[in-house]
């Protein structure tokens, strides 16, 4: 212990004298600096001289780097952010002092990049990158400047989130599959530059996984980047890696930073500005937040507006060798995507609330813009349980529509997608049979005889059309893929959006699968699904972005630039509202003739329509048919045996089936010559039945109200409002009645609530013979099943459906059944 105390004092000593000498020395030199001033005063002349220099200096900076661009920045300079008319040519990196009391800003060319070498722990060059940054982003025109940011940290840039929103700045990339997705960003845009925009690639700290592939990469933009627009601003670029072509490199490893020769330009001789150099230092954050607040609410959209991806004029362009269509911005510039015979179907994944709908409404404004309804046809399915396509619709408040649309469901209903299905093949074998006719196996060959348009259709999650192994998912798969194989031959394409494709396994069970049809490919954030499973290119989007794909999904070798692949911001088209709804009405105002879209809300209950069609036989109307347009589901009264109609299940609907059916009947038959038996057997339909009795007595009909109905002799109809709760036989001789009337003009239309009771009064069957139309409402799955003898029946009930059974045709159908006006969904 007293040897290491020894030690201490003698280093303690050793210390003190040093800093004596040191004071000494500095001492010394003063005053010899102040004698030489004495007896020198042409040092006088050469400082005021060095002062006249740097007011020049001064002064043509402040005329190259005006406002934001070189003002200081612990206060924020008057100017507006983002009021810029031009993009900035020059920016300030900090201040020059030749002499104590005068200093210039030092500033660099923004067509060049700024690198900037310091130790890692050396604050002063994020601050610096900051400040550059800020100074970059609040002088450029409002909007016309996106950045790319590299950060290991992901901490670095929090001050300029406000820019994110608004799509002017995506989150930092951490890793190396964000930094390689940046990059890949980086060079498509140099392949394309933007004439309106500029890019800034910042990296403020390189991931540790970075390779020298990597460096490679961001050395050959930098290589590349003079005249496209994008600039890098680049902080701890590695010591040993060859320096960034084009640069200004600033260090910060010495008292005095040094600042080399801008590219193009050269401070001296000695390749570097020859004075001390203070780095700008970090801007407030206030000011920062403030800044990007402010440019972001001046930025009315982070993509282009939707007025960018529409034509000038309306219906110009022919779709016989194709579709065509701008889906949003790469790289500043417009891009378009085809529908044609290379890429036919388009594939469009994105998680809830991605940006995965707003995409499709632009596509769709976008065709049916350019093309008219002669050029192209539409079907739109939404089965994502929102109301996507309603204002494609008329609605109460909005008469107009969508003239290419032949067909909307705004609701989803796996059986309407069926029947869309179904009417496409329908479709395809009639084109089919047209080029074999004509002796040609392309579309666009049978187009140079013909007017036909061609064909898309849009299925929004599209998994719950076909998820699941029931004969209707089967059935609607293998539409798909035949639609899918042999659309592109016939003008018919299918667009399939989802939030998760890959739930549908049978599109990927094997190479050649539906799957393998898709070339185009549309990723939204959250929307890795629709690319191949190796592709990380859509991990790192925000909204409004995309990435679109025309491989199949397929990406590439890692790091490699893709020539297939783009990132895309798309527009927000109802940020102003007021556009989509000017070009529907316009789209309307034009259109040939007034045949509005099919249109096809799952709840929306049917009514009876006040016109029906003249048939040669009597039928009644019960509802309306799950096919494209809605047809009325009708039983016809021939006068064979058993063409009687019986509504079982204990839904109120029961009633309201029999009011329609007496109401068809009553509108088919001049008055006086039909007989209506009403028989009541519920208290809860005396209303109904009420209201039914006298508005067929009104129409000159005759009625008779009894709950001991006596059938008429001819050319009467029986309805039995619940018959199962009449005490006995409710219809003497009903099974007589069931067999014989019908030859004598009389039919039965009765509701019975339990199937039990239905055998009983009909004969004592389970199925009886004599009674040929069934309607099924809330009947058990398994009791429809025996009912009707079909095991494989499929049939579940569910709230505004029943099953229409015809024994007779064996036709057995699910329909929308007619019910009271103001009766709940």
């Not at 070498?117 to 900051?130: C, F, K, Q, S, T």
């Not at 093309?371 to 939404?382: F, M, N, R």
């Not at 070339?519 to 925000?542: K, T």
């Not at 009541?680 to 109904?688: G, I, Q, R, S």
Request: hydrophobic share 40%.
């Amino acid at each position: 212990m007293p040897e290491e105390v020894s030690t201490v004092a003698r280093l303690r000593t050793s210390i003190e004298r040093a800093a004596a000498l040191h004071r000494q020395a500095t001492a010394a030199a003063d005053a010899a600096e102040r004698d030489l001033d004495r007896q020198c005063p042409e040092k006088v002349d050469a400082d005021a001289a060095q002062r006249g220099i740097v007011a020049d200096l001064a002064s043509a900076a402040a005329r190259l780097v005006p406002g934001w661009l070189g003002a200081p920045l612990d206060v924020a300079p008057p100017a507006v952010p983002g009021a810029g008319a031009q993009r900035p040519t020059h920016v300030r990196i900090g201040v020059a002092r030749p002499l104590d009391d005068a200093e210039f800003p030092v500033i660099v060319p923004t067509g060049g990049h700024l690198a900037i070498d310091a130790e890692p722990a050396d604050d002063r060059a994020i601050g610096l990158l900051r400040s550059v940054l800020l100074r970059l982003v609040a002088a450029h025109p409002a909007g016309t400047v996106r950045v790319r940011a590299i950060d290991r940290s992901g901490t670095a840039l929090v001050a300029f989130q406000a820019l994110i929103p608004a799509g002017l700045m995506r989150e930092p990339a951490i890793n190396d599959v964000g930094l390689r997705a940046v990059l890949s960003e980086a060079e498509q845009w140099v392949r394309q530059p933007s004439r309106r925009y500029a890019l800034l690639l910042v990296i403020a700290s390189l991931p540790g996984s970075v390779d020298d592939s990597d460096l490679a990469r961001i050395a050959a933009l930098a290589e590349q980047a003079p005249g496209t627009g994008l600039q890098l601003i680049v902080a701890g670029w590695p010591a040993g890696a060859p320096p960034l072509p084009y640069r200004t490199l600033v260090s910060l490893r010495r008292r005095y930073p040094l600042v080399t020769d801008p590219p193009g330009g050269s401070f001296g001789a000695s390749g570097s500005l020859d004075v001390p150099v203070v780095p700008d230092p970090d801007p407030p954050a206030a000011i920062v937040r403030s800044v990007c607040e402010r440019i972001a609410a001046h930025t009315e959209s982070g993509g282009p507006a939707l007025t960018e991806l529409l034509p000038d004029q309306l219906w110009q362009e022919s779709s016989a060798d194709g579709l065509a269509v701008i889906i949003g911005r790469a790289g500043g510039n417009p891009l378009t995507l085809r529908l044609s015979d290379l890429t036919p179907h388009w594939m469009v994944g994105g998680r809830e609330k991605s940006g995965k709908t707003t995409f499709i409404v632009n596509v769709l404004y976008g065709l049916s813009t350019r093309y008219g309804p002669d050029q192209l046809t539409l079907y739109l399915l939404d089965f994502s349980g929102g109301a996507g396509f309603e204002e494609f619709v008329p609605t109460g408040g909005e008469p107009s529509w969508l003239p290419h649309a032949r067909a909307v469901c705004v609701e989803a209903d796996r059986d309407y997608g069926r029947a869309v299905l179904r009417e496409l093949e329908t479709e395809l074998a009639d084109r089919a049979g047209r080029c074999e006719d004509a002796g040609v196996d392309r579309f666009a060959d049978l187009r140079k005889g013909t007017e036909l348009p061609r064909i898309v259709c849009v299925i929004d999650e599209f998994p719950a059309l076909l998820r699941g192994n029931d004969a209707l998912a089967r059935e609607c798969f293998a539409l798909v893929e035949s639609l899918v194989r042999r659309g592109r031959s016939y003008g018919i394409h299918l667009v399939l959006a989802s939030e998760s494709a890959r739930t549908v396994e049978s599109l990927y069970a094997k190479r050649d699968a539906g799957a393998g049809q898709f070339p185009v490919r549309i990723a939204l954030p959250g929307g890795s699904d629709a690319l191949d499973p190796l592709n990380q290119a859509a991990d790192q989007l925000g909204l409004g972005e995309a990435i679109v794909n025309t491989a199949g999904g397929l990406g590439g070798p890692a790091g490699a630039s893709r020539a297939h692949e783009r990132r895309v911001e798309f527009p927000d088209p109802y940020a102003e509202p007021e556009i989509p709804a000017t070009v529907r009405y316009k789209l309307w105002e034009k259109r040939p003739d007034d045949r509005s879209p099919w249109v096809f809300r799952a709840g929306t209950r049917a009514q009876l329509p006040a016109v029906l069609p003249v048939t040669t036989v009597r039928s009644v109307y019960l509802g309306r048919r799950i096919d494209v347009p809605l047809s009325l589901a009708d039983f016809p009264l021939e006068d064979t045996p058993g063409r009687h109609l019986a509504v079982l299940g204990p839904s109120e609907l029961g009633a309201d089936l029999l009011d329609a059916a007496a109401r068809s009947l009553a509108a088919q038959h001049r008055p006086g010559t039909a007989h209506f038996v009403i028989a009541p057997f519920v208290a809860a339909v005396e209303p109904l039945t009420s209201r039914l009795t006298a508005d067929l007595t009104e129409a000159g009909h005759q009625v008779t109200v009894s709950t001991s109905p006596q059938c008429p002799e001819r050319d009467g109809y029986l309805f039995g409002f619940g018959l199962d709760s009449a005490p006995g036989q409710a219809v003497p001789d009903l099974p007589d009645v069931l067999r014989n009337g019908p030859k004598r003009g009389i039919h039965v239309f009765g509701w019975w609530r339990g199937l039990r009771r239905f055998a009983e009064d009909t004969g004592g069957q389970a199925a009886p013979a004599d009674v040929a139309g069934l309607a099924l409402l809330n009947v058990p799955a398994a009791d429809a099943a025996v009912l009707l003898g079909d095991p494989n029946l499929g049939w579940q009930p569910r709230p505004n459906r029943a099953l229409l059974h015809d024994r007779d045709t064996g036709r057995t159908e699910v329909i929308i059944p007619f019910a009271q006006p103001g009766r709940p969904a």
